[in-house]
T-cell receptor, first 113, second 114 residues
Framework: AAGVIQSPRHLIKEKRETATLKCYPI?????VYWYQQGPGQDPQFLIS???????DKGSIPDRFSAQQFSDYHSELNMSSLELGDSALYFC????????????FGPGTRLLVL | AQSVTQPDIHITVSEGASLELRCNYS??????LFWYVQSPGQGLQLLLK??????LVQGIKGFEAEFKRSQSSFNLRKPSVHWSDAAEYFC????????????FGTGTRLTIIP
């Protein structure tokens, strides 16, 4: 079965640079969630989209923005990167307006030097 | 806001022994409950979930969990662990609305000894 696809899988950036992470949900899934997992930490919710509209917002820095496109893929844009942004970024997708199981992608590991 | 507590940071179990990982939640109503497993450097794989109905839920890889409303708990169990079960286990909760974010516990690292 098709799973959530994230690209790139690994990314190395310098401080103050920008990064764009991409997420392709499972086919026919219309909801996308972004989570950040710091080293040795639990995943923390950043932001979510349902039918291309932002549905919820968590502890996402103002330097980050995200959107969901007409084909339901999503991009997380990160600017003015800081050392503390180094983390594993997960995308998850689900189907429907009601709570459904979130299926996670393999994550993008971002290292900021 | 909902929260999740996993009291055990690290558990070591002998291969073939039984396992129970604890999870307690805080929420005003009955939440949706999940257990995910994460191998080193890997993504999160869903083991099982509870939305409603039978309070004992079966999952993949021989895992099961029991929802106990009176104790606000959702403990994960396995009768006999295998070396491949060594991983990080996360309990998560979501409000019983639509498209709700997951709130994770801090995780329990499981080590299996021969």
């Amino acid at each position: 079965a098709a799973g959530v696809i994230q690209s790139p899988r690994h990314l190395i950036k310098e401080k103050r640079e920008t990064a764009t992470l991409k997420c392709y949900p499972i086919p026919r899934h219309d909801t996308v969630y972004w989570y950040q997992q710091g080293p040795g930490q639990d995943p923390q919710f950043l932001i979510s989209f349902y039918e291309k509209m932002q549905s919820d917002k968590g502890s996402i820095p103002d330097r980050f923005s995200a959107q969901q496109f007409s084909d339901y893929h999503s991009e997380l844009n990160m600017s003015s990167l800081e050392l503390g942004d180094s983390a594993l970024y997960f995308c998850a997708s689900s189907s429907g307006q009601y709570q459904e199981t979130q299926y996670f992608g393999p994550g993008t590991r971002l290292l900021v030097l | 806001a909902q929260s999740v507590t996993q009291p055990d940071i690290h558990i070591t179990v002998s291969e073939g022994a039984s396992l129970e990982l604890r999870c307690n939640y805080s929420y005003g109503a009955t939440p949706y409950l999940f257990w995910y497993v994460q191998s080193p450097g890997q993504g999160l794989q869903l083991l099982l979930k509870y939305f409603s109905g039978d309070t004992l839920v079966q999952g993949i890889k021989g895992f099961e969990a029991e929802f106990k409303r009176s104790q606000s708990s959702f403990n994960l169990r396995k009768p006999s662990v295998h070396w491949s079960d060594a991983a990080e286990y996360f309990c998560a909760v979501a409000r019983n609305f639509g498209n709700e974010k997951l709130t994770f516990g801090t995780g329990t690292r499981l080590t299996i000894i021969p």
